[in-house]
């Protein structure tokens, strides 16, 4: 049965932005009301719509 | 027996006296009797059934906890969207179950099964529409899938219960064994479903949100979408001279939709005209595998008890249309709760690979379906 014994590391969800025209990216925390493809305001660079690519979730890395 | 013992202490006085004497007397008659005792038959068997239960009762009691946590998130959620009565609603729910179909008698079990499923889904969905009617389809698809966890926790609280008060009663180690291998298994499952509980609660994608995020890219694309089932939408686009029609779930909702019979509507809607259908879905890793690795090969890719999976293998042997299937690997625990980075930039990989079946098998004209398969919660069109 495939159950794996990693269910004790710390995620933390993070929310990827991109933009519709040019190659800009900004990666945050998530919010709650966030959902990929949804439309979140103009991009700085270009004035292009801005889209939430993708939501993730990554391993903290306690640095200690 | 007891002259044994006698005996033996009254070797052992020689030559000592008071406290020491008391204590090697009592030490002796301790030691000897543990000794004899552990040679009466059954005795050994019971400290070991002792053992083993108190072992189970630790993970029976873990998977309470879970059960327990759910309900409560459960019976918030539904307070806070205007259920005046969240626990007996909550206690109408947990116990709910679907009979299988007859199986002995195997013409057209799929269709039954389908039909009870179906009217399952639509009766709970009933339920809550029926205390709050304007509720959002979000807020609905997050009640659904806490009902369902609450109900699966429930199973597997009351199943292991069962087991364990059995074990005890008939005095059997052969069950205790076997329960005392199985339950830590069920702890994980247990701990995994109420972890992705609280993940679709947020609306956070899912691991086997794979499917459909791959869909989602594509349809990105596609100016026109429409439904062809039951929370199932479908969108065109072009793609080197193909018209690559995409099928998935509807987002952002908590769903999996039916894309099954969304495929089957689809290449009816094409006259068959299909030259290659292409699933893309989440599949278990084994132990060893990494997490995000990519794989393709033949066949419908769906974790499905049968009714959708079936629905697209028969539309393609009426029409003859090959079905390739890319899968992206993780494990159970990782399909049900936050997707993990390596999934998420698997799909670009995923994207390749069905791009590349489309390159090599099919020729510039002619029409192509692509299934996302998968819960796309968080993950909209
Ligand atoms: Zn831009």
Known sequence: MAISVDSKQNLKVKTLIKCMQCDYTQERDFQVGDFVLKLVGNCPKDNGPLYIAGIYAEAVTSKK | ??????????TSSQGQSGAALAFSYIFYIFFIALLALSFFPGVQQKTQIMFLSRDVEQKLQMIEGYLKDSRGLTEKLLKEKGFADPKAFVERIIDRFVID???VEPT?????????????EDTVREMITAVNPNIDPMTRSQIEISTEVVNALNLIYKVIRHYLIMAKKLNSIMIMYQLQMVAPIYVKYAEAYAKAQKVFLQGIPI??????LVASRFLMKADQKFTVSKDTIAGSIEFEGRKVVVVKAEGPMATVGTPGEGVQNVIEREGGRVSRIITVDAA???????TGSVAEGMGVAMGDPGPEKIAIERVAVKYGIPID?????????EAITEMRKEVYQAAD???EYVKRIIL?????????????VGNTAGIAQ
């Open chain 2, 1 to 10: 027996m007891n002259g044994l013992i006698i005996a033996l202490a009254q």
């Open chain 2, 101 to 103: 179909p007859v199986s």
């Open chain 2, 108 to 120: 057209d079990i799929i269709n039954r099964m389908k039909l009870l499923m179906r009217s399952n």
């Open chain 2, 207 to 212: 691991g086997d949100g794979l499917g459909p």
């Open chain 2, 284 to 290: 278990l890793k084994l132990e060893g595998e990494e």
């Open chain 2, 325 to 333: 299937a890319v899968i992206v690997k993780m494990s159970m625990e």
């Open chain 2, 349 to 351: 990989k995923a994207i």
């Open chain 2, 360 to 372: 090599e098998r099919t020729k510039p004209g002619s029409t192509v379906v692509v299934v996302g």
